[in-house]
């Protein structure tokens, strides 16, 4: 499996502000994924990152809110926008289509913990 | 779109005995089938995975079983520990669209 980090672990913010997340993978892959998983709940696929085009986000997501980037096959980070408190969640990166490995088997990073105050 | 549900949704074992999760799933195009497992404060897991040609897997203690004509596949894990507490989540796999949808989630407890 690959090795996913994501920046930072946990924030505390406050409301009207944004916070970027960056995931970070120790090979290249094909497909990253940004999902958000709401306290006691499942997880909601927020957007595919697309390398070198806009990611495509899933319905009920919109890019002024959600904005990613992804430059490299390695690289890609999520920003959280004009936050509320309904923003508190756990943000997790996920990646597919490791060099050499099989494709449909997703690996996810540790999450970052988002508390909006 | 897809529709993904887990029984039961919270589940109590004592150590040693055995825990079975079903996970239904609505799109009859689904075609790869992952268990997660999510413990405290980390991401989700990969621990066992089954293909839609095949209808039984098994790895060590973790085994999964397909019905595809049901749609519907189970997690299956034996001799239970502690340290298999956790939440589990299954998550079937369209690769048409190439999307996972995450099924409700399952609540393990396994008391020593």
């Known amino acids: 499996s690959a090795v996913i980090s994501q920046k930072p672990s946990r924030d505390i913010c406050q409301r009207g502000t944004s916070l970027t997340i960056q995931c970070q993978v120790d090979s290249q892959v094909t497909m990253m994924f940004w999902y958000r998983q709401q306290p006691g709940q499942s997880l909601t696929l927020i957007a595919t990152a697309n390398q070198g085009s806009e990611a495509t986000y899933e319905s009920g997501f919109v890019i002024d809110k959600f904005p990613i980037s992804r430059p490299n096959l390695t690289f890609s980070t999520l920003t959280v926008s004009n936050m509320s408190p309904e923003d508190s969640s756990i943000y997790l990166c996920s990646v597919d289509g490791l060099s050499g490995r099989d494709t449909d088997t997703q690996y996810f990073g540790p999450g970052t913990r988002l508390t909006v105050l | 779109g897809e529709n993904v549900e887990q029984h039961p949704s919270t589940l109590s074992v004592q150590e040693g005995d055995s825990a079975v999760i079903k996970c239904t799933y609505s799109?009859?195009?689904?075609?790869?089938f992952p268990w997660y497992k999510q413990e405290l404060g980390k991401g989700p897991q990969l621990i066992i995975d089954?293909?839609?040609?095949?209808g039984e897997k098994k790895d060590q203690r973790i085994a999964v079983t397909l019905n595809k004509t049901a749609k519907h596949f189970s997690l299956h894990i034996t001799e239970t520990q502690p340290e298999d507490s956790a939440v589990y989540f299954c998550?079937?796999?369209?690769?048409?669209?190439?999307?996972?949808?995450f099924g409700t989630g399952t609540r393990l407890k396994v008391l020593a």
């Open positions: 998550a079937p796999f369209h690769s048409g669209t190439y999307k996972y949808i």
């Open positions: 089954i293909r839609s040609n095949v």
């Open positions: 799109d009859s195009a689904s075609n790869y």
